[in-house]
């Protein structure tokens, strides 16, 4: 019985789409065409000698073939179905079926045309009862197959390892999960199963954990260098007992399961090897309670101010301008950005005998010793943002962090504690430096205090660094040159860019690690005129470049010739 693939119709040629996806000539693409021919090779592969990347040519097969393309990194294929394949099978032949739901079975595949491999799957799996009517191709890179491939055998084999060695079945999971904090041969096995995946993901240098109930199981996943993997597929009846355990280790209410809740775990209690903090979040979906933990890192978390990313200019201005006795330093980007990070190393950087240094957060994340004063808000007794400044005021600070303007009342209350003689740092959530301005405004502070009070905007985002171990240098493609001269640098025969190959150390992905990129607006007494005679946007950022500013996307692309971030990750994080 023959089986229909779906697909859509394609719109542009292969060429075309070559053309317009990776800006090349015509020309460009004769000579290639030629190069393929002497060469006896596809013109696909002669893109991919030349530097495009296997992902913009991956795109560019789905696109043509009317199939979509995909990374792969949400997918958890079911057991049934991986079950009936061999890792060398669907190595070898580069397929990876990734659902079977109604007749209808989703694939991944690196040659959309390979009918031969498609008709072998389908045949295996019909052998075993699925009665496939359709299948559904997703297109994705070599790489990126191998890699998942890897990922759910090495899966599949961790499962059966925890689940024989922790010996978790239903019967035996118990209804009260001990409150024991010692963890030994005997502790139940659910209790050693909840501290393996924090050790674990602390050993993985992960900043979250996530347990995600789904309707068949239980997935927790790993955010690791910004993104989330797979690290653990576990049984329906796990998640429940797991979900208790950890509530129990955070002191929040097991019986409650309606509400959302947050609380906190010293893990040290736990395993005093590991000095590590963990905050915890759970919200009640339809299959159950979702449990985010974001780990805290007791030492090693407050980083010199070199280690962040600032370039040697950066570094310079930031330096200076936290030194200075009064005004307002802001950090502004999107959550998970880094700005609690550098402003911790700026408290720590001018905690000097001489002064009073208070902060008050939403939480306290860190605890920076010293004689640094921090304090929590409490929202839900009337502890907020506003009255906490207003309390700490009337304890004579000379340093003051705040952390998050998010109405009028702290946003003017800031600015005042600033014009009478503090230093206040704060963040808040704009896209760059400059629209932090018109933010500040839309709140209802005036021109004028915000001319008075400023003193430096620190826009700041995070990139993916370059693996050290498996890092290679190559000519930029034509798209990634564009880029490059876009920010304003000369790119010449000697220009190279880098990416990571990937390695064992990189879990293959070709990225060890992150580092800052940031754009800083100094308000010198231009920009302060500026703003009082309530100039635009558009004219204050004219004025700051043609000062030096340097935008996120420039500071971005000097670090990707300097070989620390690939153009790819500069694409993704900034914008032109």
Do not use: W
Not at 180 to 187: A, L, P
Not at 399 to 407: A, F, K, P, Q, T
Request: net charge negative.
């Amino acid at each position: 019985m023959k089986v229909k693939i779906k697909r859509a119709t394609p719109e542009k040629s292969f060429i075309d789409l070559i053309i317009e996806r990776l800006g090349l000539t015509p020309e460009e693409i004769r000579e290639y065409q030629l190069k393929a021919k002497e060469n006896r090779k596809s013109l696909l592969q002669i893109l991919l000698e030349q530097g495009y990347s296997e992902e913009e040519i991956a795109k560019i097969k789905a696109e043509y073939f009317g199939y979509r393309f995909d990374k792969l990194t949400n997918y958890i294929p079911p057991e049934d179905i991986i079950d009936i394949f061999s890792k060398d099978f669907l190595k070898e032949r580069l397929v990876l079926p990734l659902s079977y739901e109604g007749g209808v079975l989703k694939i991944a595949m690196v040659e959309p045309t390979d009918v031969v491999s498609i008709n072998e799957v389908v045949e295996r799996l019909r052998k075993h009862g699925k009665e496939i009517v359709e299948v559904d191709i997703v297109v994705t890179t070599k790489k990126q197959i191998l890699e998942k491939i890897d990922l759910i055998f090495e899966e599949k084999k961790k499962v059966e390892e925890l689940l024989s060695v922790l010996e978790i079945e239903k019967e035996e999971i118990p209804e009260e999960i001990s409150r024991e904090e010692t963890i030994t041969e005997k502790s139940s096995p659910i209790i050693m199963l909840a501290n393996k995946i924090i050790e674990d993901a602390y050993k993985k240098n992960a900043s979250d954990i996530h347990i995600q109930p789904t309707e068949r199981n239980s997935v927790v996943r790993l955010r690791i260098d910004g993104d989330l993997t797979d690290y653990l597929i576990l049984p329906k009846y796990a998640h429940e007992p797991l979900i208790t355990r950890y509530k129990i280790m955070s002191n929040m209410k097991i019986d409650e399961k309606r509400v959302p809740q947050d609380a906190r775990i010293n893990f040290e209690r736990y395993n005093p090897e590991i000095k590590l903090d963990l905050r915890v979040s759970t919200v009640p979906t339809i299959y159950g309670e979702d449990l985010v933990m974001r780990l805290l890192l007791k030492e090693g978390a407050i980083l010199d101010l070199e280690k962040l990313g600032f370039s040697e200019e950066h570094l310079s201005l930031y330096r200076e301008t936290i030194r200075k006795p009064y005004g307002i330093i802001l950090h502004v980007g999107p959550t998970g950005s880094g700005k609690t990070t550098t402003l911790y190393s700026a408290l720590k950087e001018i905690d000097t005998p001489e002064k009073k240094i208070i902060t008050v957060e939403d939480p306290v994340e860190y605890t920076l010793g010293g004689s640094i004063v921090q304090t929590s808000i409490n929202p839900a007794a009337g502890y907020t943002f506003a009255k906490a400044i207003k309390a700490f005021l009337r304890h004579d600070p000379d340093v003051m962090l705040v952390g998050e303007i998010r109405d009028i009342e702290t946003a003017r209350i800031a600015v005042e504690a600033s014009l009478t003689g503090h230093l206040v740092f704060s963040t808040l959530h704009t896209n760059d430096a400059v629209s932090t301005i018109t933010r500040l405004e839309e709140m209802g502070i005036e021109s004028y205090l915000l001319a008075d009070s400023l003193l430096l905007i620190c826009a700041q985002r995070l990139v993916k660094k370059i693996c050290y171990n498996c890092k290679t240098e190559y000519k930029p493609s034509k798209k990634e040159e564009i880029v490059i001269k876009n920010a304003g640098f000369d790119v010449t025969e000697e220009t190279k860019v880098y990416k990571g190959m990937g390695c064992k150390v990189c879990n293959f992905t070709g990225y060890k690690g992150r580092t800052g990129i940031h754009e800083l607006l100094k308000v010198d007494e231009d920009i302060k005129q500026m703003l009082i005679e309530k100039r635009s946007t558009e004219e204050i950022k004219r004025v700051a470049l043609e000062k030096g500013m340097k935008t996120l996307r420039q500071d971005a692309v000097m670090k990707a010739l300097k070989g620390i971030t690939t153009i790819d990750e500069v694409i993704r994080v900034t914008l032109e």
